[in-house]
């Protein structure tokens, strides 16, 4: 049964630079986007971006310009830098395996999900 | 790019049947996802593709799809059920590179 295990540091001052990691347990590595999610307080979930193992990354727009996702594929595990971060960053964030498959290849029609995710890691921005 | 819209909360009585709606043009391409988060959990997979429930998933949840409009069914509803639903799927703009959610739907089982 895939695991994920995600850590970093949960306070950061304005400016600093966020930093998480989650590693993959009991599955490949390959064949899947590596998500990065998060959830301010009271608030629903946004995309901040995805990584393939061959590093192929996609971006949130509104985040592209502070975001890097890498993978280390030899230790099965991706992480996330955010950078210049505010209190606008305070959130939890969610790191999660995600899949797309096409189902109707004549009218191009897909699903996309995310099955597994980690506990999440709250991160608080605060001076 | 494209967006995801869900009803902030619906409320259900215990045992009825409550249908929770995500409207948005990606789902023309896509099929919805749905997660169920409760508070202070991770979002758990609830259905995905055309009508499936990952392992471990009760019958009583089920999703289907018109158009642009995607749903999920909680026939039977039981106390357990009680909490917030997002749907997801890429954005079929473009090249399909970014990831949306609706904005969450909050049910109440009473």
């Known amino acids: 049964q895939v695991q994920l295990q995600q850590w970093g540091a949960g306070l950061l001052k304005p400016s600093e630079t966020l930093s998480l990691t989650c590693v993959v347990y009991?599955?490949?590595?390959?064949?899947?986007?590596w998500t990065w999610i998060r959830q301010p307080p009271g608030k629903g979930l946004e995309w901040i971006g995805e990584?393939?193992?061959?590093?192929?990354?996609n971006y949130n727009p509104s985040l592209k310009s502070r975001v890097t996702i890498s993978v280390d594929t030899s230790r099965n595990q991706f992480s996330l830098k955010l950078t210049s971060v505010t209190a606008a960053d305070t959130a939890v964030y969610y790191c999660?395996?995600?899949?797309?498959?096409?189902?109707?290849?004549?009218?191009?029609?897909?699903?996309?999900?995310?099955?597994?995710w980690g506990k999440g890691t709250t991160v608080t921005v605060s001076s | 790019s494209s967006e995801l819209t869900q009803d902030p909360a619906v409320s259900v009585a215990l045992g009825q049947t409550v249908r929770i709606t995500c409207q948005g043009d990606?789902?023309?391409?896509?099929?919805a996802s749905w997660y169920q988060q409760k508070p202070g959990q991770a979002p758990v997979l609830v259905i995905y593709?055309?009508?499936n429930r990952p392992s471990g998933i009760p019958h009583r949840f089920s999703g289907s799809s018109s158009g642009n409009t995607a749903s999920l069914t909680i026939t039977g509803a039981q106390a357990e059920d009680e909490a917030d639903y997002y749907c997801?799927?890429?954005?079929?703009?473009?090249?399909?590179?970014?990831?949306?959610f609706g904005g969450g739907t909050k049910v109440t089982v009473l």
């Open positions: 999660a395996r995600a899949d797309i498959v096409l189902v109707e290849a004549a009218q191009l029609v897909y699903y996309y999900y995310m099955d597994v």
């Open positions: 009991g599955g490949s590595f390959s064949g899947y986007y």
């Open positions: 990584i393939n193992h061959s590093g192929s990354t």
């Open positions: 990606s789902l023309r391409r896509y099929y």
């Open positions: 593709g055309k009508n």
């Open positions: 997801n799927s890429r954005d079929s703009s473009g090249n399909h590179r970014d990831v949306v």
